[in-house]
T-cell receptor, first 112, second 111 residues
Framework: KQEVTQIPAALSVPEGENLVLNCSFT??????LQWFRQDPGKGLTSLLL?????REQTSGRLNASLDKSSGRSTLYIAASQPGDSATYLC???????????FGKGTKLTVNP | DTGVSQDPRHKITKRGQNVTFRCDPI?????LYWYRQTLGQGPEFLTY????????KSRLLSDRFSAERPKGSFSTLEIQRTEQGDSAMYLC?????????FGSGTRLTVV
């Protein structure tokens, strides 16, 4: 059974700092991995999707990497801003299934 | 294209009542998903439709839960005889190939 773990559970940083969020998964037979952002009481916004054959994806100040063999992904946020404050969720799409398996998320607070 | 729309945004119901939620996916998306999220947890998969066919269903979806997607367009999720443990955010997502677009969710509170 696929399990996704995100560390840390919460992170508080000063504005302008670069930071890394970690995601690990137990079964490396994944189809893709996605990072989402969730604001309090809201739905999920897709940030980056990495196919199993890719190593990384970039969008603006965000960079996500994938090491499928070790079951790890990182989300790098450069020059953090207070508007980045949210919960960041990692999810994997297992081969042979349509469902996403999510981690519990990392709650990020960026202090002005 | 206005994204994935869910209705209602909030629902408060008494234990034992039936509730129904609606999801309108992005029009060209043939895949539709329902997830449930409780406080402090990541979303958990409930069910998946490709067009009008329900192709995958989680064991979380007990006999009290039923989902439909008539004509492959909007979808409904019904919960019968609600219990306090059903209180959660119910999220709908749609997709055409890979990569999901989520709606804002329906927050259900069972009192």
């Amino acid at each position: 059974k696929q399990e996704v773990t995100q560390i840390p559970a919460a992170l508080s940083v000063p504005e302008g700092e670069n930071l890394v969020l970690n995601c690990s998964f137990t079964d490396s037979a994944i189809y893709n991995l996605q990072w989402f952002r969730q604001d309090p009481g809201k739905g999920l916004t897709s940030l980056l999707l990495i196919q199993s054959s890719q190593r990384e994806q970039t969008s603006g100040r965000l960079n996500a990497s994938l090491d499928k063999s070790s079951g790890r992904s990182t989300l790098y946020i450069a020059a953090s801003q207070p508007g980045d404050s949210a919960t960041y969720l990692c999810a994997v799409n297992q081969g042979g299934s349509e469902k996403l398996v999510f981690g519990k998320g990392t709650k990020l607070t960026v202090n002005p | 294209d206005t994204g994935v729309s869910q209705d209602p945004r909030h629902k408060i119901t008494k234990r034992g009542q039936n509730v129904t939620f609606r999801c309108d996916p992005i029009s060209e998306h043939n895949r539709l998903y329902w997830y449930r999220q409780t406080l402090g947890q990541g979303p958990e998969f409930l069910t998946y439709f490709q067009n009008e066919a329900q192709l995958e269903k989680s064991r979380l979806l007990s006999d009290r839960f039923s989902a439909e997607r008539p004509k492959g367009s909007f979808s409904t999720l019904e919960i019968q005889r609600t219990e306090q443990g059903d209180s959660a955010m119910y999220l709908c997502a749609s997709s055409r190939s890979y990569g999901y677009t989520f709606g804002s969710g329906t927050r259900l509170t069972v009192v």
